[in-house]
C-alpha cells in the first residue's frame, strides 16, 4: 500500500514563528504536492513538485515556499506564519503518466497560529 | 481555470437508502479525469471512484456509482445500501494535469 505521512498531526505556533511540515511517502512517486483545505473552500494548491529541486506555485503560494531535497520528502516551510494561516495542511503524491493521475493523501497536518 | 462545483454543502441519508452528491465541472477540454474522494473524521482522504472522460460507460466501485454527463459537465456519485461508515467529506476533483477539487459535500448517515 502507498503511505504518505506527516511529520506532526496537530501543531500550535506563534505569529512570526518558521513552520516546518514535512511529508514523506514511500512509493517513489514523481510528484508530490501541497495543499490547505479550509471550510467551504475545498483544496487549494499552494506548492507542487515534479522532480527532486524541482518545484511550482500552486493558486495560494504567497507567505509559502518549499522543499524538496530527496525524492521521497517534501516540505512546507512558512517563512513567518500569521493567524490567517491557521488551517488543515494536506500533503499528497502522484505517480507521473496515464495511471489516471490518482493523488494519495497524508492525513493531514491542523496548524494553529496564534 | 478549470472550476469545479459541489451544490450540497451537507447531505442525510438514511442507512441502507441511497444518496447521490452532484458535481459539475468547467472544461474546455476533451480528454481529462474526474474523481470522488472520501476524507472520514480524522482519517486519511481516500479515493473512491474514478472515470476517464473518453469512456462513456459510467464507473462503479461496489457500492459506488457515478453517472457521468459529459456534455452537460456533470459526474455525481450514487452511494448505493448507505452504510454507518459512509459518513464523511466528499470532494468532486477535475483533473487535466492541474487537479481542482470542489469545495466538498458533508455526507451524514443516520442509523
Known amino acids: 500500500d502507498v503511505k504518505v505521512t506527516q511529520s506532526s498531526r496537530y501543531l500550535v505556533k506563534r505569529t512570526g514563528e518558521k513552520v516546518f511540515l514535512e511529508c514523506v511517502q514511500d512509493m517513489d512517486h514523481e510528484n508530490m504536492f501541497w495543499y490547505r483545505q479550509d471550510p467551504g473552500l475545498g483544496l487549494r494548491l499552494i506548492y507542487f513538485?515534479?522532480?527532486?529541486?524541482?518545484?511550482e506555485k500552486g493558486d495560494i503560494p504567497e507567505g509559502y515556499s518549499v522543499s524538496r531535497e530527496k525524492k521521497e520528502r517534501f516540505s512546507l516551510i512558512l517563512e513567518s506564519a500569521s493567524t490567517n494561516q491557521t488551517s488543515m495542511y494536506l500533503c499528497?503524491?502522484?505517480?507521473?503518466?496515464?495511471?489516471?493521475?490518482?493523488?494519495?493523501f497524508g492525513p493531514g497536518t491542523r496548524l494553529t497560529v496564534l | 481555470a478549470q472550476t469545479v462545483t459541489q451544490s450540497q454543502p451537507e447531505m442525510s441519508v438514511q442507512e441502507a437508502e441511497t444518496v447521490t452528491l452532484s458535481c459539475t465541472y468547467d472544461?474546455?477540454?476533451?480528454?481529462?479525469?474526474l474523481f470522488w474522494y472520501k476524507q472520514p473524521p480524522s482519517r486519511q482522504m481516500i479515493l473512491v471512484i474514478r472515470q476517464e472522460a473518453y469512456k462513456q460507460q459510467n464507473a462503479t466501485e461496489n457500492r459506488f456509482s457515478v453517472n457521468f454527463q459529459k456534455a452537460a459537465k456533470s459526474f455525481s456519485l450514487k452511494i448505493s445500501d448507505s452504510q454507518l461508515g459512509d459518513a464523511a467529506m466528499y470532494f468532486c476533483?477535475?483533473?487535466?494535469?492541474?487537479?481542482?477539487f470542489g469545495a466538498g459535500t458533508r455526507l451524514t448517515v443516520k442509523p
Open positions: 472544461t474546455s477540454e476533451s480528454d481529462y479525469y
Open positions: 499528497a503524491s502522484s505517480w507521473t503518466g496515464k495511471r489516471l493521475n490518482e493523488q494519495f
Open positions: 476533483a477535475y483533473d487535466n494535469n492541474d487537479m481542482r
Open positions: 513538485s515534479y522532480d527532486v529541486k524541482m518545484k
